[in-house]
């Protein structure tokens, strides 16, 4: 593969688009309401494996309503619940049987604001596998490890593992608290606006590091940064409210196209600084 | 500057001191009570204490010397029981109602919380009496660790729920985004992070209680003699305080104010630990600088 970049030219995933994917997740007419208000309406995207998927779209368009609906975290809003489809690998994740534990290891997140918790960087991202039962400490050591050499932060903290993870900059504690989304082994990372609290060499670092993840996991990331979008992504859905005010795809395609090409009016104004 | 933008300054000005000499006044009105009665009681009580006061019985009347080694054993005794028994059920409660603030339980449990703390503490007296001392036919450290038990829970509750919502709901959504289960979340990642506030109530609540007289007169009694037995009347401190405050002796009095020197500064101390604890186990974790 690419020989490792420096900070200054972030890999291009140019070659994405020609390669072709199957489809990891596949979103059909899903809506969202909380109590009676519909916050998402009829969104249908399928989403490629080992593929950066970007939402974008002003603030209040519901992007991270729908990412959360994702992994099931809406159902911790009281009075939230979702109509239509979300079906990862075949299997619909909002049937009855389903099991949110499950949903929520298969499909990890990161949030906005680097939320490690009060523990050691070790305890940090041992708490996912610990969950599940992995008990031995040379199996944690390994897990550990290897979840902070995917997210980068390795080397940097190699020596100081049982220091508190609060004691980490910025950026290095997203890179932990994607670290601990790894260490439970999922398919798809959910990324929140991973990089909005993050200076801009620790938001470099935070996208080559979705260059290497990319190569195993699908990664959705949701984003106001339009740079970012077209830096990062393969595929860019773009929403905006409509006269509901709920939340809708108007475009989804491959990113070069959109930022581009794009088919709809008010994407393209979006995606070049007309408004939002 | 003309005239009249130079009068509005002035009067600006004298309005912004006119009310931060109300602020300071009402600070020190907050402040002087408790300077005056902590400096009264050591005044009065310091010459009294003597390294004996700590490890002897006291002495009957008119016979120098004497210590308060009964009530220090008693107070322990009770509140230390009572602790015991109301802090897991006021945390687990707290963080019930924390969790499901809208639900109707939840309600219930500030609603009832509410009432409990509005109870005078001598009504819970006559409860704890009627609920042990009568069926037990005899008072005892029990009945009296029951009734500061009553005492101490709504503090415990409010205090916890208080403090689990402060926790940021960042990380909580993290442990959950896990595919952790609430009740593991509650434990592993909310509970430590509220720590500081827990210690808080929990301080709060013996400080209240190991304070209390009026309640001891039903259950614990009293006894001038040391008893670590649980099923037996004990003596604590505040009760002590106002036997000898009560009574028509000078060398009582000054015993009283002893008393009351050693309660405020013991509850003093075990704060002050408390404390140190929170602060060396949060520098070890990184939560404070």
Request: aromatic fraction near 6%.
């Amino acid at each position: 593969m690419q020989p490792s970049m420096g900070l200054r030219t972030p890999p291009v995933r140019s070659d994405a688009e020609s390669v072709p994917s199957a489809t990891k997740m596949q979103i059909e007419n899903l809506s969202i309401f909380y109590r009676d208000f519909r916050a998402v309406s009829n969104v249908s995207l399928s989403i490629g494996a080992q593929r950066i998927t970007a939402i974008i779209g002003p603030s209040g368009c519901g992007k991270s309503t729908l990412l959360r609906a994702l992994n099931r975290m809406n159902d911790l809003v009281p009075g939230s619940h979702a109509e239509g489809q979300i079906i990862l690998d075949g299997q619909p994740l909002y049937a009855r049987n389903v099991d949110v534990v499950d949903v929520r290891r298969r499909i990890g997140m990161v949030f906005q604001r680097p939320n490690p918790f009060p523990k050691s960087i070790y305890d940090n991202v041992a708490y996912g596998p610990r969950l599940y039962g992995v008990r031995s400490k040379s199996n944690l050591d390994e897990l550990v490890e290897k979840s902070l050499r995917q997210a980068a932060l390795w080397d940097e903290v190699r020596d100081k593992l049982h220091q508190s993870g609060l004691s980490l900059s910025g950026g290095q504690q997203q890179r932990l608290c994607i670290a601990r989304a790894l260490a439970v082994e999922p398919e798809v990372i959910l990324m929140d606006e991973p990089a909005s609290a993050l200076d801009p060499i620790s938001t470099l670092r935070i996208e080559e590091l979705m260059h290497d993840l990319v190569k195993d996991y699908t990664i959705i990331i949701v984003t106001h940064n339009m740079q970012q979008a077209a830096r990062v992504s393969d595929f860019t859905a773009m929403m905006m409210i409509d006269e509901h005010r709920a939340g809708r795809v108007i475009e989804y395609n491959a990113t070069r196209i959109i930022f581009t090409n794009p088919t709809d009016r008010r994407t393209e104004d979006y995606v070049t600084g007309r408004f939002g | 500057m003309n005239h009249r933008s130079i009068r509005r300054q002035i009067w600006r000005k004298s309005i912004n001191s006119v009310m931060l000499a109300l602020c300071g006044a009402a600070a020190l009105a907050v402040v002087a009570p408790l300077l005056l009665i902590l400096g009264y009681v050591v005044r009065e009580g310091l010459p009294a204490i003597t390294p004996q006061f700590f490890t002897a019985l006291p002495t009957p009347v008119g016979v120098p010397g004497g210590g308060v080694v009964n009530a220090l054993a008693g107070s322990l005794m009770t509140v230390g029981l009572g602790l015991v028994m109301a802090a897991p059920v006021g945390i687990l409660a707290g963080i019930y109602a924390a969790m499901h603030p809208d639900n109707p339980f939840g309600v219930l449990i500030r609603f009832g919380t509410d009432v409990i703390s509005g109870v005078p503490s001598i009504v819970m007296g006559i409860f704890a009496y009627t609920l042990v001392v009568l069926p037990q036919r005899h008072f005892s450290a029990l009945s009296g660790g029951v009734v500061l038990a009553f005492i101490m829970l709504p503090t415990l509750t409010r205090t916890t729920e208080e403090m689990i919502r402060l926790v940021p709901s960042s990380l909580r959504d993290g442990s959950l985004a896990l595919g952790a289960p609430e009740w593991k979340t509650t434990i592993d990642v909310l509970l430590p992070a509220a720590l500081n506030g827990l210690v808080t109530g929990i301080m709060l609540a013996v400080a209240r209680a190991a304070g209390e007289a009026a309640p001891m007169m039903f259950t614990a009694f009293g006894n001038p003699f040391i008893n670590l037995d649980f099923t037996q009347p004990v003596e604590t401190l505040p009760h002590m305080i106002f036997t000898y405050a009560i009574s028509p002796y000078g060398d009582w009095h000054g015993k009283a104010w002893a008393t009351a020197l050693v309660l405020i500064t013991l509850i003093l101390l075990l704060n002050v630990a408390a404390r140190l604890l929170v602060w060396w186990r949060g520098r070890r974790l990184g939560l404070v600088r």
